[in-house]
């Protein structure tokens, strides 16, 4: 496997840390995941102007020209990804002086339209998760635990107010009677994604008559009462909720109109329209 090491491709597994390394010693990092999709990366102009952000908010020395799209694509096609669909993973590892960065690429298929979720009633309460942070070892382990308890692919977190804030690595939104329910951007302790930028300018073509911002996050009861609860990364582009599990393991069954036919679906109109404009 070929990967891309400080602006360099090399076939090797392996790469030098030194043992001072603030990533070493702090899992002090930044990530970007990138959908590669019918020979185009998707938004890596918007993904790259936020990883210099988060790096100068951070105080990460950040050279871009290390993952510049020319060398991506040299890397697709080193590793025979050029005419597949793929997932790019930008990593910028804090070293003593500067950053190491690592571009890995590897085949991607996207999920299934449904999925199911569950409720974590723990409130997220540290602005550190507004940033590209490598290190979200918290989140990680609640996707496992209620994956493993809960047959769940998704969690949602909560915030103080006991409102659905987002899900892991991906924001949430509602559609009821043609009306898009979302969280405003700079709500506290909250991380926009891009698609989520891109979905609400691009509204009326998506059928939505209006946009309604929820400041506070989103209500249970929001969920429960809207025609369809999506989940949208700039990965994987959207999944409908057909269900949200709580801690204690009832079930609440969301979005009944789409699983009925995906075609239908607000969740396919959105991959569809991002997918075809590129």
Same mark, same amino acid.
């Given at each position: 496997?070929?990967?891309?090491?400080?602006?360099?491709?090399?076939?090797?597994?392996?790469?030098?840390?030194?043992? !001072?390394?603030?990533?070493?010693?702090?899992?002090?990092?930044?990530?970007?995941?990138?959908?590669?999709?019918?020979?185009?990366?998707?938004?890596?102009?918007?993904?790259?102007?936020?990883?210099?952000?988060?790096?100068?908010?951070?105080?990460?020395?950040?050279?871009?020209?290390?993952?510049?799209?020319?060398?991506?694509?040299?890397?697709?096609?080193?590793?025979?990804?050029?005419?597949?669909?793929?997932?790019?993973?930008?990593?910028?590892?804090?070293?003593?002086?500067?950053?190491?960065?690592?571009?890995?690429?590897?085949?991607?298929?996207?999920?299934?339209?449904?999925?199911?979720?569950?409720?974590?009633?723990?409130?997220?309460?540290?602005?550190?998760?507004?940033?590209?942070?490598?290190?979200?070892?918290?989140?990680? !382990?609640?996707?496992?635990?209620?994956?493993?308890?809960?047959?769940?692919?998704?969690?949602?977190?909560?915030?103080?107010?006991?409102?659905?804030?987002?899900?892991?690595?991906?924001?949430?939104?509602?559609?009821?009677?043609?009306?898009?329910? !979302?969280?405003?951007?700079?709500?506290?302790?909250?991380?926009?994604?891009?698609?989520?930028?891109?979905?609400?300018?691009?509204?009326?073509?998506?059928?939505?008559?209006?946009?309604?911002?929820?400041?506070?996050?989103?209500?249970?009861?929001?969920?429960?009462?809207?025609?369809?609860?999506?989940?949208?990364?700039?990965?994987?582009?959207?999944?409908?909720?057909?269900?949200?599990?709580?801690?204690?393991?009832?079930?609440?069954?969301?979005?009944?109109?789409?699983?009925?036919?995906?075609?239908?679906?607000?969740?396919?109109?959105?991959?569809?329209?991002?997918?075809?404009?590129?």
């Amino acid at each position: 496997m070929y990967i891309l090491f400080d602006g360099q491709i090399i076939n090797k597994k392996t790469i030098e840390i030194d043992i !001072y390394s603030p990533f070493l010693h702090f899992g002090q990092g930044l990530k970007r995941s990138i959908l590669y999709y019918d020979g185009n990366l998707l938004w890596f102009d918007d993904h790259i102007e936020r990883l210099g952000h988060d790096a100068q908010e951070l105080g990460f020395d950040l050279n871009t020209e290390h993952f510049s799209q020319e060398k991506i694509f040299n890397l697709l096609e080193k590793n025979d990804l050029l005419d597949e669909t793929a997932l790019v993973k930008i990593l910028c590892l804090k070293d003593v002086v500067g950053c190491n960065t690592l571009v890995l690429t590897h085949a991607f298929q996207l999920p299934e339209y449904g999925t199911k979720a569950a409720l974590h009633n723990e409130a997220i309460i540290h602005n550190f998760s507004r940033h590209s942070n490598l290190c979200e070892a918290e989140q990680v !382990y609640w996707v496992e635990f209620y994956g493993e308890k809960f047959d769940t692919e998704q969690v949602l977190f909560v915030n103080n107010k006991n409102r659905i804030i987002q899900a892991f690595e991906a924001n949430v939104i509602a559609v009821w009677n043609n009306n898009l329910y !979302y969280i405003y951007g700079h709500t506290p302790n909250f991380r926009q994604t891009i698609i989520q930028q891109k979905i609400l300018p691009a509204a009326p073509d998506l059928g939505i008559k209006k946009l309604l911002d929820k400041s506070k996050g989103l209500s249970l009861d929001l969920m429960e009462r809207a025609d369809e609860v999506v989940i949208i990364s700039d990965t994987f582009i959207a999944q409908t909720v057909s269900a949200i599990v709580r801690p204690s393991g009832t079930v609440i069954n969301t979005s009944s109109k789409a699983t009925k036919d995906w075609t239908q679906s607000f969740t396919k109109r959105l991959r569809d329209f991002f997918l075809e404009n590129k």
